[in-house]
């Protein structure tokens, strides 16, 4: 597959960081069903200090923050400084509060072994330099840390990507900038693991997690996804374009439906190394 382009995926970011601040709060409920395994995957415990890659609007470093308590301690970065205005914004009505600060996971500015754990929740299918950024994550945990990845598997096996992705794609054509390719980097099961032990970590491992939710049917469940991934794309539709592709997308998942429900099938994949 394509890699990633390192100056394009920061300018998707960048354009969609509102989108993202704006779903945030709607969604976490649902995104804590991924936080958690996430954050027992890395062995996040109470008075642990952890760093969390590609933070986006908080998350996992607000749960993180939760678990570690008042004696450990919790820094959010991001690549793009802007995905962090929504991550301040739900933090300072936190107790406690992570740290947020604006960092590139292929050279942190941090010393060896600074922390016990490190996480990412779906940003490690973005950095070209993916390898580099592993080796940079292994140099700053500690002896015996942890650090747990949270990547996508294959797009097939996820109804919102497929779905969503599949009405734009047919109405708008493929897209080199903005398309989703980049999210399903890691879908070949083992290839984060066998990455994860070319940049030095022992015991390498990977484990999927494939939950199915239903939504009731016509409940626009897509539209998150259509904000966040495809923000940028469509920013540009009339008012009468953009309502023929949500008409598009509701007619696919009504669809899909069962009854009155439309199953919503997901795959994710959390990678595990020992630093």
Not at 126 to 135: E, I, M, Q, R, T
Not at 176 to 190: Q, S
Not at 197 to 224: C, I, S
Request: hydrophobic share 50%.
């Amino acid at each position: 597959m394509t890699l990633p382009n390192a100056d394009a995926e920061k300018a998707r970011w960048t354009a969609s960081a509102d989108l993202w601040d704006r779903w945030a709060d709607p969604m976490a409920e649902l995104a804590d069903k991924l936080n958690q395994p996430l954050l027992d995957a890395a062995g996040v415990r109470p008075g642990a200090v952890v760093l969390d890659l590609a933070s986006g609007a908080g998350e996992p470093a607000l749960s993180a923050a939760k678990r570690v308590g008042a004696a450990g301690f919790v820094l959010g970065t991001d690549l793009v400084p802007a995905m962090l205005t929504g991550a301040v914004r739900r933090a300072a009505a936190a107790e406690p509060r992570p740290a947020f600060a604006a960092a590139d996971m292929t050279a942190l500015p941090f010393g060896p072994g600074a922390f016990d754990a490190v996480t990412c929740r779906f940003g490690i299918m973005f950095v070209p330099d993916a390898a580099g950024a592993l080796a940079e994550v292994r140099r700053v945990l500690k002896p015996g840390g942890r650090a747990a990845f949270m990547v996508w598997g294959p797009r097939a096996e996820n109804a919102l990507f497929a779905t969503v992705g599949g009405a734009v794609e047919d109405r708008l054509g493929p897209d080199p900038v903005h398309g989703i390719g980049p999210l399903f980097r890691y879908a070949e099961p083992g290839s984060l693991a066998a990455d994860l032990a070319g940049a030095g970590f022992a015991d390498a491992t990977e484990t999927a997690l494939t939950p199915t939710r239903k939504a009731p049917r016509g409940q626009p469940v897509w539209r998150a996804t259509l904000d966040m991934l495809f923000g940028a794309r469509i920013a540009g539709l009339t008012a009468g374009e953009r309502a023929g592709l949500e008409a598009d997308i509701a007619a696919r998942f009504d669809a899909m439906a069962q009854g009155d429900m439309v199953p919503l099938p997901a795959h994710v994949r959390i990678g595990v190394g020992t630093a």
